[in-house]
């Protein structure tokens, strides 16, 4: 049996400035068309994950988007959950159901709690995944 990995299916990851408002990550979650941005510091390490809801909690308490910075809404490193590229792709899915979140930063570990975000794996990949298994794995024929 083929054992699928997060690598065969990750995608580009989209990565924010820790110092950036959370009006500019709005604007790039709505100019890439996705759901969960990466928060890296100056060196290129992940801080931290953004999602919608966490920028609609800030629309929900009347606040400035343009002041505050992403920093203060995301959630932070070490309570992040990643995968890597080697992992199996049953395994990452498997962490995006039960943590019930939507995505995951593929990483290569540099260091004791040093990241750097190589890839992005969501729910979308899964599906891919899904279907391709459909087809009888034609791998990645349908990744269009
Ligand atoms: P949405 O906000 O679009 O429903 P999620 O369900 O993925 O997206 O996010 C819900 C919460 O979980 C948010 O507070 C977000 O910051 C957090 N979160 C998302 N992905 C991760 C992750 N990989 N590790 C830890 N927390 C995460």
Known sequence: M??????QYQSVPVVLDERSSAYDALVSL????IGTLFV??????????????????????NT???????GVVMT?????????????L?????????????????VKKLGEDQYEVIGRFTKTNVARAFVDIGYGYAGGEDNE
């Not at 083929?2 to 690598?7: A, D, K, P, S």
């Not at 709505?30 to 068309?33: P, R, Y």
């Open 76 to 88: 932070r490193m070490p309570n992040i959950i990643m995968t890597t590229p080697e992992e199996s």
């Open 90 to 106: 049953w395994m990452a899915a498997r962490k995006l159901t039960h943590h019930e979140i939507d995505g995951l930063p593929v």
């Open 30 to 33: 709505f100019m890439n068309n």
């Open 40 to 61: 890296v510091s100056e060196g290129g390490l992940l801080e931290g994950v953004l999602s919608r809801k966490d920028l609609l909690k800030l629309a929900v308490g």
């Open 64 to 70: 400035d988007m343009h002041v505050v910075p992403v």
């Open 2 to 7: 083929v054992e699928l990995t997060v690598g």
